[in-house]
């Protein structure tokens, strides 16, 4: 036997096309969007909701729609801000959805107190009114929010508002609690109450017929129940189980709402996820990415490995900045990654598509130079390796982020895996995705490893040439050191002799590894107007002939002045005359023990740098300072010796200009502060990261 039958007033609005369009995978073309709007409309829906403002497509389309559709039939959703309420009136919408959240939860996310979320709905609804339009106020998260706080919220703005929309954000209602809460809000309010319900624990449709049944008169859904997480309360489900208990809607076509929902599900390429599903830890919209990576459970009403999963986010129309920041982490500026934003949007459009990370990363990579186009791109590969290297290149890294913020040139770091945490990770110390992040950059930023994978990188990119300036203590001097040669690559092992194992190591030079690294330095003293020693052991390494291969070379430069030099007599002067030295032109090895000697001499290892090149430019910079497993994780290291290395990489690109700022911007920091590595009485003490803020701070645009 039928129940009887009776018609109610049901205010229908639509979210299929804005909040259905949330979930990662659904996406419309513009052309499907106006067909599907008039079969919305053939059904009986009273409105329909767009979001212009996220993208310029968007304005487009909203504009041509409110001429084929009229302004009484659509509605904006937008932010609480004067420009955006001031766009949506402009184009002629009447009816606009303006939101903020109202539980402690989400406002914590925010940064926002009750009271000045207050004060902004306030603000923003009087001013909407001002400009002639009809608001409906969507109060996110009313669930999980303190209702005599939700209460006081809805009395202070509905002088302004026709409609209080109740957002179960999260689908955290049950069907007992939804009977309660929305009995209280229609005691208490003289506005209507409409509902909007999420479906994460599969109860929105129940959730929203209950909510009709007690008193909602503003239906706000998504048809198929398509959108975020586990989607939206289904509105032909909904119409359907109204009418089986006899409530019919005026106005709605009953017989439409099934195809309807068909022809959601194949235009816009998938079904809603099940709660607790795999695909409803999928996240894309750029304001619940926000917040989610402040809290997990901000936007979602399960934590992801309850069930086994995790949150995995997704990139696309409606992407936001902080997407593209967890996905590159400071590698970007905030200017560069809204360029970023904006270009995957327009993609997204193009190709009706949204993007994994792979996929992303693949499209951003090979679009950088149109993306930040008239600025000439480089790409710089960053190895922090181990111990303090994690703490000292990120400094260096946001030091050269703000020396060329403002430059034509325009770096973009890339970070890659090297040493003891890359071997527990992948089992190599120098993995093949590294390889292919370092093959692919204009230069390497690199912090430190105990042993490998260095000599391996000096090989696989020929770097021969290791340049290191010390300054400091009345020391002002570059040592070039030969790297890819000698005894650290020559013949190695264990052999039995006379029943004795012995150890061996052998020292081996050609004519071209020694004249390339002393043509590199001679040039350099011919640039500089400076004075070169060339350091050997030629009394007890005859058969090395560095000696002569260095004669062979001063001849091209005879307006260089040169001198030769044991190493041992090199050490003896060098700490005691270390005025007499500007540019040293030495072996491996050597090289090696000189530089740690005249890095002491400054007064702090933590302050030199290195760069090191091969024939063509490329080079690997780093500072000379090893992991210091000592003081690792304190946070005290000296940044300076990273910084200076990214100066020297600057030069390397030919960026004069930005390397000169950093050198200023750090000579005038340590007139005022030091690490605990240099200290000097009267300066103040900082640690790590306050010595490249305080650097940053000094750094003028």
């Excluded at 539980?103 to 009114?129: F, G, P, V």
């Excluded at 909007?196 to 049944?213: R, T, Y």
């Excluded at 740098?609 to 490329?618: Q, T």
Aim: with cysteine.
């Amino acid at each position: 036997m039928n129940k009887q039958q009776k018609f109610i007033d049901l205010f229908i609005c639509d979210e299929t096309l804005r909040d259905g369009a949330q979930q990662v995978g659904v996406n419309f073309l513009l052309k499907d969007k106006e067909t599907l709007m008039k079969r919305f409309f053939e059904a009986g829906v009273d409105s329909i909701t767009l979001m212009p403002e996220i993208f310029v497509e968007e304005v487009t389309f909203a504009k041509k729609m409110l001429n084929v559709f009229g302004s009484d039939k659509l509605s904006a959703v937008t932010l609480s801000k004067k420009a955006a309420i001031d766009l949506m009136a402009d184009m002629g919408f009447k009816h606009i959805f303006l939101f903020s959240p109202v539980s402690d939860r989400l406002l914590k996310t925010s940064n926002i107190t009750r009271k000045t979320n207050l004060e902004w709905a306030i603000r923003y609804c009087r001013y909407a009114k001002g400009r002639g339009m009809n608001i409906i106020y969507a109060a996110e998260d009313v669930p999980r929010a303190d209702l005599g706080y939700v209460m006081h919220f809805a009395k202070k703005i509905e002088k302004y508002i026709s409609c209080f929309l109740v957002c179960d954000t999260v689908g955290a209602l049950t069907p007992a609690k939804t009977k309660k809460l929305i009995r209280s809000l229609g005691k208490g309010l003289n506005c209507e109450i409409g509902i909007h319900f999420h479906n994460d624990q599969g109860l929105a449709n129940e959730n929203s017929v209950i909510a009709i049944k007690n008193g909602a008169r503003f239906l706000s859904g998504t048809f198929g129940g398509i959108g975020e997480r586990a989607g939206n309360a289904d509105l032909g489900r909904i119409l359907l189980k109204l009418k089986r208990d006899g409530l019919l809607v005026k106005g709605i076509n009953y017989g439409k709402l099934r195809k309807i929902t068909k022809m959601v599900y194949l235009l816009g390429g998938s079904k809603p996820a099940k709660p607790r599903s795999k695909r409803a830890f999928w996240h894309e919209s750029g304001i619940h990415v926000a917040a989610l990576l402040k809290d997990p459970l901000s936007y979602s009403l399960y934590n992801s490995d309850k069930f086994g999963y995790e949150n995995k986010f997704f990139f696309g129309k409606l992407s936001g900045v902080a997407s593209y920041k967890l996905l590159f982490g400071d590698a970007y500026s905030d200017i560069a990654l809204r360029r970023i934003r904006d270009f995957v949007k327009k993609c997204a459009y193009e190709r009706n598509a949204t993007f994994n990370e792979n996929e992303v990363r693949k499209l951003i990579d090979e679009n950088l130079e149109k993306i930040f186009y008239p600025k000439k791109i480089k790409r710089i590969a960053v190895l922090e390796g181990e111990g303090i290297g994690k703490e000292v290149i990120p400094v260096a890294v946001s030091v050269l982020k703000k020396a060329t913020e403002n430059s034509e040139t325009m770096l973009v770091f890339k970070n890659a895996l090297v040493g003891a945490e890359a071997k527990k990770k992948t089992g190599s110390f120098f993995p093949r995705a590294s390889k292919e992040i370092c093959d692919s950059a204009d230069a390497i930023l690199f912090g430190c490893v105990e042993k490998e994978p260095l000599l391996e990188l000096r090989k696989r990119y020929d770097l021969f040439a290791n340049i290191r300036p010390f300054k400091g203590n009345g020391v002002n001097l570059t040592i070039f050191r030969e790297l890819t040669g000698g005894i650290y690559f020559g013949k190695a092992g264990n052999k039995k002799v006379n029943g004795e194992i012995k150890g061996y190591h052998t020292m081996e030079y050609s004519k071209r590894e020694i004249k390339r690294i002393v043509e590199m330095a001679f040039e350099y003293c011919k640039k500089n107007k400076l004075n070169l020693v060339s350091v050997d052991k030629d009394n007890a390494l005859p058969f090395i002939k560095w000696r002569k291969y260095v004669k062979e070379v001063a001849k091209k430069y005879p307006d260089v002045k040169y001198e030769h030099m044991y190493v041992d007599n090199t050490i003896m002067q060098l700490y005691l005359k270390p005025e007499r030295f500007e540019v040293i032109v030495t072996s491996n090895m050597f090289g090696d023990l000189l530089s740690d000697l005249t890095g002491a001499m400054t007064g702090s290892i933590g302050l030199a740098g290195s760069a090191s090149l091969n024939e063509k430019g490329f080079g690997l910079f780093e500072p000379i300072h090893g992991t210091a497993p000592d003081i690792a994780g304190k946070k005290i290291a000296n940044p300076i010796a990273a910084i200076n290395s990214g100066i020297m990489l600057l030069k390397q690109l030919k960026l004069d200009k930005e390397a000169r700022r950093v050198e200023k911007a750090i000579q005038d920091t340590l007139n005022e502060c030091r690490t605990k590595d240099m200290y000097e009485k009267g300066k103040r003490i900082v640690s790590t990261e306050p010595m490249g803020a305080q650097i940053i701070k000094r750094l003028k645009t």
